[in-house]
Nanobody, 124 residues
């Protein structure tokens, strides 16, 4: 059974940093397409950052220059380094994976595998 497990969320003050991790289990291969999404209270889930099959990152405009997505293929872990956090970054963050999501790397409906989410709260 394929499972994605996020960790690393928490509460920080504005300007702080967090690193999210997403460990993939139940597979013997690396997903080509993986991404981070977030959902704030009362809002739709939105793409934050994604990696396509070639490892090229894509970022939402709101996080460019502050967030960095990366993947450790040996450990099958996806990361999201979040710096200069703002209160508007507060949300539940989800990782997603699918072998066929690319090039729709930031589209929610392109993914069939999701983690349970981790809460990120940024206070002003």
């Amino acid at each position: 059974q394929i499972e994605l497990m996020e960790s690393g969320g928490g509460s920080v003050q504005a300007g702080g940093s967090l690193r999210l991790s997403c460990a993939v289990s139940g597979v013997t291969f690396n997903f080509h397409c993986m991404a981070w999404f977030r959902q704030a209270l009362g809002q739709d889930r939105e793409g934050v950052a994604g990696l396509d099959g070639g490892g090229t990152p894509t970022y939402a405009d709101s996080v460019k220059g502050r967030f960095t997505i990366s993947k450790d293929n040996a450990k099958n872990i996806l990361y999201l380094q979040m710096n200069s956090l703002k209160p508007e970054d507060t949300a539940i963050y989800y990782c997603a994976a699918d072998p066929f999501a690319c090039p729709l790397v930031m589209v929610v409906d392109a993914y069939n595998y999701w983690g349970q989410g981790t809460q990120v709260t940024v206070s002003s």
